[in-house]
């Protein structure tokens, strides 16, 4: 079974650049996260669909981070505009559902972000 | 506050000795708790969870955790050390945010292992 998709794996952008990020889950799984890794720290989730639609969105920073998942399968994930502290590794993973056993993430490869 | 935490941010063990790696937690109602192991430049790796039942869980790589109600503690144990798992250890545990049936895991900061041979 193929694991979760991400691209790229690096990217080097400078502050103020707009940024994108790509995931494709595994197969059937409905509900997609997206994560911010800090150095140092756990992730933390920026945003969860299930499906096509939003499940929450709380943590993300609306003003500048936006992610959509139109057909219900992959997902992209954009910056923009970049800012210093935006350097972080992404992760996305999925999950069958989001119920009891179904809710084991299995998380992509991740893409490692600086920002200049 | 709902929260999970990892007291250490790094164990040493030597290679073939028992190891174990802490986590507590804080949560209302009863917990869905996780480990999952990152290795440098990779994502994470799901090792084990615990939702309901026996308070031993059993996983991946020879790793098995240990569910305390009492103590509200999840704590990552293998017999013996190999030098393959040294690696970024995370707990998390499911926390509700909004609303009935509205979950998100939230991880600890993470505690480094490292298997001396």
């Known amino acids: 079974e193929a694991g979760v998709a991400q691209s790229p794996r690096y990217k080097i952008i400078e502050k103020r650049q707009s940024v994108a990020f790509w995931c494709n889950p595994i197969?059937?799984?409905?509900?997609l996260y997206w994560y911010q890794q800090i150095l140092g720290q756990g992730p933390k989730l920026l945003i969860q669909?299930?499906?096509?639609?939003?499940?929450?969105d709380s943590q993300l920073p609306k003003d500048r981070f936006s992610a959509e998942r139109l057909k219900g399968v992959d997902s992209t994930l954009k910056i923009q505009p970049a800012k210093l502290e935006d350097s972080a590794v992404y992760l996305c993973?999925?999950?069958?559902?989001?119920?009891?056993?179904?809710?084991?993430?299995?998380f992509g490869p991740g893409t490692r972000l600086l920002v200049l | 506050a709902q929260s999970v935490a990892q007291p250490e941010d790094q164990v040493n063990v030597a290679e073939g000795n028992p190891l174990t790696v802490k986590c507590t937690y804080s949560?209302?109602?009863?917990?869905?708790l996780f480990w999952y192991v990152q290795y440098p430049n990779r994502g994470l790796q799901f090792l084990l969870k615990?939702?309901?039942?026996?308070?031993l869980v059993k996983g991946s790589y020879g790793f098995e955790a240990e569910f305390n109600k009492s103590q509200t503690s999840f704590h990552l144990k293998k017999p013996s050390a190999l030098v393959s798992d040294s690696a970024l250890y995370f707990c998390?545990?499911?926390?509700?945010?909004?609303?009935?049936?509205?979950?998100?895991?939230?991880f600890g900061k993470g505690t480094k292992l490292s298997v001396i041979p």
């Open positions: 993973a999925s999950s069958l559902g989001s119920g009891g056993y179904q809710e084991t993430q299995y």
């Open positions: 197969s059937g799984h409905a509900t």
């Open positions: 669909f299930q499906n096509n639609g939003v499940v929450d």
């Open positions: 949560v209302s109602g009863n917990p869905y």
């Open positions: 615990y939702i309901t039942g026996d308070n």
């Open positions: 998390a545990v499911r926390v509700s945010y909004s609303g009935a049936g509205s979950y998100q895991l939230t």
